[in-house]
């Protein structure tokens, strides 16, 4: 059984930084694509970073600079590194999974759909 629980989240002052940790148990991370996703109170999930097999990586554009998606296959982990935060970056962080690699581009990554597996979330919170 597949289980990704994150960790991470908290509340921070505009310009600070947070590091979210996503550990993955039962996923075999060999092939397929892990992600970042999050949701604001009355917005849809949208992505943030991926990352795939080949360590080839997606960023949404506001993010892009600020936020680095990692993983270290040996602990089974990934990560987003999250740096000059913005009030526009408060919602619930998710990480996601999947087995194909195209996940990590193009609407899925955008939407998340096709991600089979997601953790509960973790909250982030930015004050200006």
């Known amino acids: 059984q597949v289980q990704l629980l994150e960790s991470g989240g908290g509340s921070v002052q505009a310009g600070g930084s947070l590091r979210l940790s996503c550990a993955a148990s039962?996923?075999?991370?060999?092939?397929?694509?892990m992600g970042w996703f999050r949701q604001a109170p009355g917005k849809e999930r949208e992505g943030v970073a991926g990352i795939d097999s080949d360590g080839m990586t997606t960023y949404k554009d506001s993010v892009k600079g600020r936020f680095t998606i990692s993983k270290d296959n040996a602990k089974n982990t990934l990560y987003l590194e999250m740096n000059s935060l913005k009030p526009e970056d408060t919602a619930t962080y998710y990480c996601?999974?999947?087995?194909?690699?195209?996940?990590?581009?193009?609407?899925?990554?955008?939407?998340?759909?096709?991600?089979?597996?997601w953790g509960q979330g973790t909250p982030v919170t930015v004050s200006s």
């Open positions: 039962g996923y075999i991370y060999s092939s397929g694509c």
């Open positions: 996601a999974a999947g087995t194909n690699k195209w996940l990590c581009r193009g609407a899925s990554f955008t939407s998340g759909v096709g991600y089979k597996y």
